[in-house]
């Protein structure tokens, strides 16, 4: 046990649980069922004692304990990754995923030291035998802490466990690629669904598009924004397109080093040089449908858009790059 063994003093120390429940209910601002509830940790056979305390900070260090032990885990496991990736850490693609493990290690490694910490000052406080509740208060606080640094730990490691698989198969991070590239098809799939329909009703051979126009009215169609909103998606595919080329080049630098066969980052690279063709006919398309008065109204919007996905280079910051889209798009209404 830590701390002493006897019975002492103490404000609420050897009244029945009830009865200190009533004590503290009325001399500290705490609902009755809250203050039970920290109480029943330290009650022996019904009773608040110094002893139970000592009891209950065994299993609070044990609470403490447990997140350090799998802060240690992943700390090996992320030395084991560091030192794998080491033909390749220069690739920005590797250090991108890797880089914010280190962070990430040392906020939980910060919140354990704090847990341990607080553990000193509680075992301090059951020495001193001075506030029972408090203390058990206190306690119940770093279990609460203690558990959702252990959750952290634990969410850490099994995201290192899904990084070493990424860094040491080829066929996962091609398995990933084929993925980005599968949801960056069908964008582009529904983009021209859009443009098309933006192109029949601008050219009378299709009902007007649902939504607002512009002042907020419903009562007539503003074609020019559905055609502006697609214009700031095209640019943001292209940037998209840019990003996961990137990606496919240091992939493609990554089998030379390690003698990987390339065939099916080569099959990969002919997918995604389709879709970027794709990309640019869009483009074209939507350039063909503009009109002067299109240029007036939007030139200048779609420019500072452009302007702020210039600032962005691969790996780009994917949710930033939405933030960004998200402040530049216009209200469709109903869409």
């Known amino acids: 046990m830590i701390g002493p063994n006897e019975d002492s003093g103490g404000d609420i120390a050897g009244l029945p649980l009830e009865e200190a429940v009533d004590a503290v209910t009325r001399d500290r601002s705490i609902d009755e069922d809250r203050a039970r509830t920290i109480l029943q940790p330290v009650a022996e056979d019904g009773t608040v004692t110094w002893d139970a305390a000592g009891d209950r900070i065994e299993a609070v ?31 920005a693609v590797v250090t991108e995923r890797i880089d914010p493990f280190v962070q990430r290690l040392e906020n939980v490694d910060a919140r354990v030291a704090d847990l341990e910490k607080t553990l000193a000052h509680l075992v301090s406080q059951l020495e001193d035998r001075e506030d029972l509740f408090s203390l058990a208060r206190e306690m119940e606080t770093l279990i609460d802490d203690a558990n959702r640094t252990q959750r952290a730990a ?26 980005d590239l599968d949801a960056l098809e069908t964008a582009l799939r529904q983009l021209a669904d859009s443009i098309d329909r933006i192109g029949l009703v601008k050219n009378d051979q299709a009902a007007p598009l649902d939504g607002a126009a512009e002042d907020g009215s419903t009562d007539e169609q503003d074609l020019g924004l559905y055609w502006f909103d697609a214009r700031l998606q095209q640019a943001v595919f292209e940037l998209l397109i840019e990003d996961v080329r990137a990606e496919h080049d240091a992939f493609v630098e990554w089998a030379t080093r390690t003698e990987e066969p ?17 990309c640019g006919v869009l483009g074209d398309r939507l350039e063909e449908l503009t009109d002067e008065e299109m240029h007036d109204r939007f030139d200048g919007r779609i420019e500072r858009f452009e302007m702020t996905l210039a600032a962005y280079e691969p790996p780009v910051d994917w949710n930033a790059v939405e933030s960004a889209l998200g402040d530049h798009r216009p209200d469709l209404g109903a869409e």
């Open 262 to 278: 390339a065939d099916r980052l080569d099959a990969l690279g002919d997918r995604l040089a389709d879709l970027e063709a794709r």
């Open 61 to 91: 260090a044990a609470a403490v304990e447990t997140p350090e032990s799998r802060l240690e885990s992943a700390e090996s496991r992320l030395s084991e990754i560091r030192e794998a990736a080491d033909p390749v850490s220069d690739l």
């Open 154 to 179: 634990d969410e850490l490691a099994s995201e290192l466990r899904d990084l070493e698989t990424w860094l040491t198969d080829p066929e996962t991070r091609y398995d990933h690629l084929d993925e």
